[in-house]
T-cell receptor
Framework: DTGVSQDPRHKITKRGQNVTFRCDPI?????LYWYRQTLGQGPEFLTYFQNEAQLEKSRLLSDRFSAERPKGSFSTLEIQRTEQGDSAMYLCASSPPKAGGLYNEQFFGPGTRLTVL | DQQVKQNSPSLSVQEGRISILNCDYT??????FLWYKKYPAEGPTFLIS?????DKNEDGRFTVFLNKSAKHLSLHIVPSQPGDSAVYFC????????????FGGGTRLMVKP
């Protein structure tokens, strides 16, 4: 399977703990995106990378959140001092380089469901 | 400020009939629109897209229509099948914003046999 993979699929943690999620994009996709989805809502953009450069961060991404993509391949999303409001599905997506000025769709992974107790 | 809205939280359709899912947007800078389907415990799956230079795009049973003046798009599924039962999200992006997607709240489609 060469789709986007995310690990872990589920994470339960206590308030105040730190958690880290990993995303492996489709190979040769140079753009990687993180989204958060809460119950009954559509996904909300958090941040994105082009290769290893983090080019955009949403205001939803507070100082407790940090994302990296050190070698332009996999990415990690860390949440420090988790709060109950951080409980959500965290989705990763990747997209290939633009060709001929055309837009490319984003391919999503299965997500990591975080529950903060 | 919700820039992409799906006003119908749910839709029920008989198998074989047409399903029409609607989406409205407010940001006139959006120039690329997508529809995703999502099953429980899975990530969204890309269905079909349309750029703002077109008003229609068709792929098999799925057709997306874009009305730029009304800032409205719709997804038509013909004929609807029970396997189409899922939550459908419309999403929009603009080229100068890194193609990050702004999603609507979703419409749950139920196709009855």
């Amino acid at each position: 399977d060469t789709g986007v993979s995310q690990d872990p699929r589920h994470k339960i943690t206590k308030r105040g703990q730190n958690v880290t999620f990993r995303c492996d994009p489709i190979s040769e996709h140079n753009r990687l995106y993180w989204y958060r989805q809460t119950l009954g809502q559509g996904p909300e953009f958090l941040t994105y990378f082009q290769n290893e450069a983090q080019l955009e961060k949403s205001r939803l991404l507070s100082d407790r959140f940090s994302a990296e993509r050190p070698k332009g391949s996999f990415s990690t999303l860390e949440i420090q001092r988790t709060e109950q409001g951080d409980s959500a599905m965290y989705l990763c997506a990747s997209s290939p380089p633009k060709a001929g000025g055309l837009y490319n769709e984003q391919f999503f992974g299965p997500g990591t469901r975080l529950t903060v107790l | 400020d919700q820039q992409v809205k799906q006003n119908s939280p749910s839709l029920s359709v008989q198998e074989g009939r047409i399903s029409i899912l609607n989406c409205d947007y407010t940001n006139s800078m959006f120039d690329y629109f997508l529809w995703y389907k999502k099953y429980p415990a899975e990530g969204p799956t890309f269905l079909i897209s349309i750029s703002s230079i077109k008003d229609k795009n068709e792929d098999g049973r799925f057709t997306v229509f874009l009305n730029k003046s009304a800032k409205h798009l719709s997804l038509h599924i013909v004929p609807s099948q029970p396997g189409d039962s899922a939550v459908y999200f419309c999403a929009a992006s603009e080229a100068n914003a890194g193609n990050m997607l702004t999603f609507g709240g979703g419409t749950r489609l139920m196709v009855k046999p």
